[in-house]
């Protein structure tokens, strides 16, 4: 697996678009400074693929993917494997109102050869840009897993090595390990292979099994087959007599079905003829239709009767005075008689109206004269009030502030009661004069009104009077109306008359109707009976008298009968005759079929030829089922050796020795690689060795010791770890021709803790790896003497809004 192009938008702190084009590049650095977003390039890396941020330690987790403000992450890795190009994409939401960010997209595409990765400049939208592999979270393991040959757990551990996790293949236990080199070197296959020779071998068991069933139900022998074809030959044979007789059957078959036509004709003919019979009210029909016509005739000319005198009282109204005009105008007389009285009333009123007026015109003036009173007297007690008031203030001597001379004497101070009653006088004679002003304003406004209706009643008169001049008197309108009045009952009485004739001739219509209608229905069942007739010649109709016509027809029908009868009796002799000819002809044919032994259901010629085919197929499949044994027979040898063949391939791959040896191998080339560049890694200090799957460094500086991968100190598990990363890299592909491809092998860790020289060796050793074309090595780090060694740089920075790549080399 190689990436080549990684895209990614508000994934982490990379909250702007950002790519990481690797394509051309078979030995890079990401570097920058610590916290920058080295380590978040290879964390999309692997969350494109397998949907997991290795540092977040939970798998299929997405909470730390989003970046704070981010509402939307989106990561996009192209890579190629095994000879392929693939682009793996995801896409990350925030979702509901808490906000939890939820995986909304997840695909594996296959892209066609001549693909353009240039056409990813336009942006990260997730359109399809190939062969869909896989179209949701749930279908993107299986889908990946096949592509890159790794499962997540072993992509970490030998593809990209993140923070944390870079000596996990050293400390592995055995198990672990020995899977990882199961999937790397494909030694899955000889499982595969067993799987499928036991499968082979138990297919094979089974067809054996089906084979001996059908060889025990027995193989036809030579005497059933000489007897079937004898039973063929004899129902051949009974084919071609069936057509010999065939000729006699068809002569007697026509004899006997026109014989029995004729006798059908016979007796439909004298059944149908002996069916006329003239209907009993025949002549009913005539005279009904007789009386409605007549009917009709005398109540056309009542109505017309009717209708004339109708006419003649409407020449009369139309010469008569309106009834209308003659009512209102008898109506106006009465009304102008009432007048005088409404004057008298109204003059009558106005007469008191003028005396209530001037009886409140003299409450008016009286009410005003009490008012004056009232006021002058609450002056004079208010005038007293205030030279009390003054009096309070004098002493005898003093100047009178009145008359300015000196107060000899000083009043005595009376009491303010009387000037209080006078303004209680004053309020309530000024109510009295306001009530009495109220009621003269009333009055004056009725004596107006009453003086008004009286002059329109007074002018009405004169209307009425002057209106009546050159009109007729009462007496002439009253006898005129009385007039009108009787016409008009009259012309009611002749119209109901004329509407009731004219009802009558409805009744009477529907009558005729109905009698001609009944005539006609009676004419249509004679034509019937004598159009049923008319191949006989049955007689002519008069269509004046159907009475008459019906009594010829029966007549000549009774007649006819006689000579029917004769022909249907010599009919029936011959029907007879044909029928005992044509049961012989059966009888001949079913004698040819029972001398043959062959079934009779119905057509001879096709129970002849049934017969036949039946034998025929029977006679196949006796020497079908013949040649079939010899054939499942050869079968069956054929299968025995496959089976014996797969059981003993099974056996041989079942042992558990066989791949427990093939790994040990595998492991021994593994370390010794990974050995040689331990010791050149350490100067030489420490050699790596294993024994039943776990790891040990030998010590050279120490006496030669053993000890345990995990007793290293940081540093010397960096650089086992590396030396046996690098190993496990460089030798892969040639441990097995099936194995699978690691394209990549990206470093996240440690650089920081190796001395110069060592530092060197592994930057030399980096450049060996890289120079070979066949795979993509890969460092993050932050110390600048290693990055200087490789030519491919791409610097990681990051600001207040966002982390951003950049190739610089």
């Known amino acids: 697996m190689r990436p080549l192009r990684l895209d990614i938008a508000g994934f982490t702190v990379f909250r702007e678009p950002a790519t990481l084009d690797l394509t051309g590049a078979d030995l890079f650095a990401l570097v920058g400074p610590t916290g920058s977003g080295k380590s978040t390039l290879l964390d999309a890396i692997c969350f494109a693929l397998y949907g997991t941020v290795p540092r977040s330690g939970k798998r299929g987790g997405v909470g730390g993917v989003l970046g704070p403000s981010a509402a939307e992450a989106r990561v996009r890795l192209v890579f190629e494997s095994g000879g392929q190009r693939y682009v793996a994409s995801r896409v990350v939401r925030r979702v509901g109102k808490a906000g939890a960010p939820q995986t909304k997209h997840a695909g594996l595409e296959r892209l066609h050869p001549d693909f353009d990765l240039s056409t990813l400049d336009s942006g990260l939208d997730a359109e399809q840009l190939g062969d869909v592999l896989a179209g949701s979270p749930s279908e993107m393991d299986a889908a990946v897993e096949k592509a890159v040959g790794l499962p997540y757990e072993q992509f970490v551990t030998c593809v990209i090595l993140p923070q ?9 236990s055995p198990a672990s390990r020995q899977q990882i080199l199961v999937n790397l070197l494909g030694l899955g296959v000889y499982d595969d292979v067993r ?80 069916a006329v019979t003239a209907p009993a009210d025949t002549a009913a029909h005539g005279a009904r239709s007789r009386d409605a016509l007549e009917a009709v005739a005398r109540v056309d000319a009542e109505v017309a009767g009717a209708e004339a005198a109708e006419l003649a009282l409407l020449r009369e109204r139309d010469t008569a005075g309106d009834p209308a005009g003659l009512a209102k105008l008898l109506d106006a007389y009465e009304r102008a008689d009432e007048i005088p009285a409404e004057i008298d009333r109204h003059a009558a009123a106005l007469t008191l109206a003028v005396a209530a007026h001037a009886a409140a015109s003299s409450t008016v003036e009286e009410s005003a004269r009490a008012l004056a009173g009232a006021e002058a007297a609450r002056d004079a007690a208010r005038t007293e009030e205030l030279a009390a008031a003054l009096r309070g203030h004098l002493r005898v001597g003093d ?47 009725e004596e107006a009104a009453a003086r008004t209706t009286l002059d ?3 002018s009405r008169l004169e209307r009425a009077t002057a209106w009546f001049v050159g009109k007729p008197d009462r007496v002439e309108v009253a006898a005129s109306l009385a007039a009108a009045h009787d016409l008009a009952k009259r012309l009611d009485a002749a119209g109901t008359e004329l ?162 040896w093939l790994l040990a191998e595998a492991l021994d080339q593994l370390v010794d690689g990974a050995s040689a560049l331990l010791m050149e890694l350490s100067s030489g200090q420490y050699e790596l060795g294993h024994d039943k799957g776990e790891f040990y460094v030998v010590d050279h500086h120490d006496a030669e010791q053993q000890r345990a991968v995990r007793t290293l100190s940081g540093g010397e598990t960096f650089q086992a770890s590396l030396a046996l990363a690098l190993a496990l890299s460089d030798r892969l592909a040639g441990m097995s021709s099936n ?29 060996n790896l890289a120079a070979r074309g066949d795979r993509l090595v890969g460092v993050v780090t932050h110390v600048p003497a290693l990055a200087e060694r490789i030519p491919v740089r791409y610097e990681v920075r990051k600001d207040a809004r966002s982390a951003y790549v950049e190739r610089v080399a």
């Not at 062959?598 to 006679?619: F, H, I, K, M, Q």
């Open 399 to 445: 100047d009178c502030p009145v008359c300015l001379r000196a107060v000899e004497e000083v009043p005595g101070v009376p009491e303010n009661v009387r000037l209080t009653a006078a303004e209680r006088d004053v309020a309530t004679a000024r109510g009295g004069h306001e009530s009495a002003l109220r009621r003269h304003r009333d009055t004056d406004r």
């Open 499 to 660: 509407r009731a004739l004219r009802r009558h001739r409805l009744t009477c219509g529907n009558e005729l109707d109905a009698a001609r209608t009944a005539l006609q229905r009676a004419w249509a069942g004679y034509d019937r009976v004598r159009d049923g007739l008319s191949v006989l010649g049955p007689p002519a109709a008069d269509r004046e008298d159907l009475a008459g016509s019906w009594t010829a027809l029966a007549d000549w029908a009774a007649d006819r009968a006689t000579a029917l009868r004769a022909a249907r009796d010599e009919a029936s002799e011959a029907a007879r005759g044909a029928a005992g000819a044509l049961t012989g002809a059966r009888s001949a044919i079913d004698a040819l079929f029972a001398a043959a032994d062959a079934p009779r259901t119905g057509n001879p010629v096709r129970d002849a030829a049934v017969a036949v085919e039946r034998a025929s197929a029977v006679l196949a499949n006796l020497t079908e089922a013949r040649e079939r044994a010899a054939r499942l027979r050869e079968q069956r040898d054929g299968h025995q050796r496959d089976a014996t063949v797969a059981k003993a391939l099974a056996q041989h791959l079942n042992a558990n020795n066989f791949k427990r």
């Open 739 to 767: 194995a699978t491809t690691l394209g990549s092998i990206i470093l996240d860790e440690g650089f920081g803790t190796l001395d110069g020289a060592t530092l060197d060796m592994v930057a030399a050793t980096l450049e």
């Open 456 to 458: 329109e009643a007074r």
């Open 195 to 274: 799987e499928r020779a036991a499968k082979v071998a138990s297919d094979a068991t089974a067809r054996l099994e089906v084979i001996d069933q059908q060889l025990t139900h027995g193989v036809p022998t030579d005497e059933a087959l000489a007897e079937q074809q004898d039973r063929l030959d004899r129902l051949c044979r009974l084919a071609a007599e069936v057509d010999a007789a065939l000729p006699a059957l068809a002569l007697a078959e026509t004899a006997a079905r026109d014989s029995a036509e004729a006798l059908r004709a016979a007796e439909d003919q004298l059944r149908t003829i002996g």
């Open 164 to 172: 944390g996790a870079f000596a996990e293949f050293l400390h592995a």
